[in-house]
């Protein structure tokens, strides 16, 4: 068995079994609409949670779980999310439905052969409306397409008597959504009205910047305040790097697996860059760990993290830089060091925070929460400044 770089469930899942028999256990509960609201970094695991569940929920029978990812949008409009919603919700419940075919499967076939397909299905007229509408979806008005999206899985609960369960990874996005416009907090107050009114149906989400699940769910002013079970995704110990390093062909001992834990900050992602490329190797040991995150950094570093650096505003990318170079990790020490005014470095550090590269700890300090991130910008920057 190999190392896997896309989201993990059953046999090449690890770690997290706490949180998913829980999630299981509560939300295959009947009539109880309570979801969750899962935080952690990017690459933390936060999508093989809601996958495994989604997995073992599937295997009981006795709810119908729906997994969607925002990221994965093939375009970042509000009518794109609900097409995307309503035809995975639809897919969902094709087997109780007694239909044939997928619904990309449906949407290339003409009207009337569609009616017929639907005339045979046991549900109510109205939800085979429906259905019609958003397997041949045009775009028309987004909040409303967004509404029937929503809609439609409580409709389909309701007819097959199975509860829905909602699974929508990286739910803040949806702010970014257009709209006519940027679709922001409005769209995030909308779905909790109507999550409100649901009797079967229970909406779980996900995040990867604390800033923006503040504003969705965290705050007291948010819209999902204390309507969601919070649970942050954290990194990985020792024992599951462990776990992880068993599927590949290396010899390890307990130094290995200890350095392996610790150049990868516990993100199951880099555990498996980094076990992939120890399989070239004669033995590991610390020594050679540290050579394959070098390899690792500067063959792949500018794929993985050079567009979105690229991307900051100038004194973002400058302030960033001279986080990774600071020895004290505070915003003074970042002013002196970049030689940049203090305001704008303490702005440019809230914007950071609130894009998801750094993380303001208790003492004051800040750190950047992606390991490999960070090394990256001290081997492409060093002491050189801003590029």
Not at 143 to 165: G, S, Y
Request: aromatic share 8%; net charge neutral; glycine share 6%.
């Amino acid at each position: 068995m190999g190392f896997k770089f896309s989201p993990v469930v059953a046999d090449n899942f690890v770690n997290r079994e706490e949180l998913v028999e829980e999630m299981v256990k509560v939300l295959e509960e009947e009539g109880s609409t309570t979801g969750y609201a899962l935080y952690g970094a990017r690459k933390i695991g936060k999508s093989s949670v809601f996958l495994e569940v989604q997995r073992r929920l599937k295997e009981k029978g006795n709810v119908v779980p729906v997994y969607q990812s925002i990221w994965e949008l093939r375009e970042d409009t509000a009518q794109e999310f609900a097409r995307d919603l309503s035809e995975k919700i639809i897919d969902a419940y094709r087997p109780k439905l007694g239909l044939k075919l997928k619904v990309a499967e449906m949407a290339k076939i003409p009207f009337d052969i569609l009616r017929k397909i639907l005339s045979e299905v046991k549900v109510g007229v109205g939800i085979k409306g429906e259905i019609e509408f958003f397997v041949k979806y045009e775009a028309g008005q987004p909040m409303e397409d967004v509404k029937r999206a929503f809609q439609l899985a409580e409709l389909l609960a309701e007819e097959t008597k199975l509860k829905c369960i909602l699974f929508i990874d990286e739910f803040p996005s949806l702010m970014e959504l257009q709209n006519g416009g940027r679709a922001g907090e409005t769209l995030v107050k909308r779905i909790r009205t109507w999550n409100e009114q649901f009797k079967r149906t229970a909406l779980s989400i996900s995040g990867s910047i604390r800033a923006t699940m503040n504003t969705v769910a965290f705050s007291s002013a948010s819209a999902f305040y204390k309507q969601l079970l919070i649970r942050e995704v954290k990194p990985m110990e020792e024992k599951y790097v462990k776990e992880i390093l068993k599927k590949g062909k290396i010899k390890f001992t307990r130094e290995t697996i200890s350095e392996v834990s610790k150049e990868s900050g516990g993100i199951p992602f880099y555990v498996q860059l980094i076990g992939r490329e120890l399989q070239e190797e004669k033995e590991a040991n610390a020594k050679t760990i540290q050579g394959v995150v070098k390899r690792i950094i500067e063959d792949q570093g500018n794929v993985l993290f050079k567009e979105m650096v690229v991307n900051l505003s100038p004194k973002e990318r400058l302030v960033l830089i001279g986080l990774s170079e600071s020895k004290e990790k505070t915003p003074i020490a970042i002013a002196n060091g970049t030689k940049t005014k203090f305001p704008t470095v303490t702005w440019a550090l809230s914007e950071l925070q609130e894009k998801g590269f750094v993380e303001k700890q208790e003492d004051g300090t800040h750190a950047i929460v992606d390991p490999f991130l960070e090394k990256w910008l001290e081997w492409k920057y060093g002491n050189k400044g801003e590029e």
